[in-house]
C-alpha cells in the first residue's frame, strides 16, 4: 500500500484504523458491519490510505476485525499488554509500529467513523504544524481519535500507561497542547456506534445514490 506524493517524494505518514475496542454499544463488533456492503473497516482502510504511505488496523489478535484486516492485506497492530487498557494503548501500541517502520507522523481513525475522507484527514494534517497532534472538532463536540499525532510522543505516552494509567484522550490531548482543528461541517465524523446509528447512515447514503 506504499505511496508516493505528487512531487515523487514518500509521505513520511502511517495510518492506523483503530477497530480494538469493545463494541459494547454495537452488541457485535461494529468494524465488520456492513455499510452500503462494505464493512465499516474497508470505509476508513479507504479514507487512510488516501493520505498514508502504509496503514494498519489496531485490533485484538483473535477477532473478526484482524481476520478481515488480515484478508484486506492490511498489518494488524495489537496492544501492548504491559500497557493500561484503553483507545490510547492502541494508540502506543500504532505508534511504535510507526515507529519501528521510520515514519514521523501517525494518522488515526476509528472504524466507525466511516464518512471521513482524505479531504478531512488532509486538513488534519495541514494544520498539525510543529505542534505534536492535532484532532478534529465539529457542532457536536470533539472527536479526539480523528486526528494525527507525531510518532516521538510514544515515549511520553508509553511511560505513562506503563504505570496503569489510561487518561481520557481529551485529556492527553489537553496535556500534550495538541491543536484542535474545527470543521464547520460535522456529517461525515457522524458515527456508527450502535445499530440504530448505522442503519440512519445507511439510509441516507441510500437517499443520496
Not at 103 to 123: I, K, N, Y
Not at 190 to 200: G, K, V
Request: charged share 20%; with cysteine.
Amino acid at each position: 500500500m506504499a505511496k508516493r506524493s505528487r512531487e515523487g517524494k514518500d509521505r513520511r505518514i502511517a495510518g492506523l484504523l483503530l477497530a480494538g475496542g469493545r463494541s459494547s454499544r454495537f452488541g457485535s463488533e461494529k468494524a465488520v458491519a456492513p455499510l452500503a456492503g462494505r464493512p465499516l473497516l474497508a470505509w476508513s482502510a479507504a479514507a487512510l490510505a488516501e493520505v498514508c504511505e502504509t496503514v494498519a488496523v489496531s485490533a485484538v489478535a483473535v477477532s473478526e476485525a484482524a481476520i478481515l484486516a488480515k484478508s484486506m492485506r492490511l498489518g494488524v497492530v495489537v496492544d501492548d499488554p504491559r500497557h493500561a487498557r484503553g483507545p490510547l494503548a492502541g494508540l502506543a501500541a500504532g505508534l511504535a509500529w510507526a515507529h519501528a517502520l521510520g515514519f514521523d507522523r501517525l494518522v488515526t481513525l476509528p472504524c466507525d467513523t466511516p464518512l471521513v475522507s482524505g479531504r478531512e484527514l488532509s486538513r488534519l494534517l495541514a494544520d498539525l504544524g510543529a505542534g505534536p497532534a492535532a484532532y478534529a472538532v465539529t457542532e457536536d463536540g470533539p472527536q479526539p481519535l480523528c486526528a494525527v499525532w507525531r510518532v516521538d510522543l510514544l515515549g511520553m505516552l508509553g511511560v505513562r500507561l506503563a504505570m496503569g494509567r489510561h487518561p481520557a484522550v481529551r485529556v492527553f490531548l489537553d496535556d500534550i497542547k495538541a491543536t484542535l482543528v474545527s470543521f464547520a461541517d460535522a456529517a461525515p465524523f457522524r458515527n456508527a456506534n450502535t445499530p440504530d446509528a448505522l442503519a440512519l447512515l445507511e439510509a441516507d447514503l441510500a437517499v443520496r445514490r
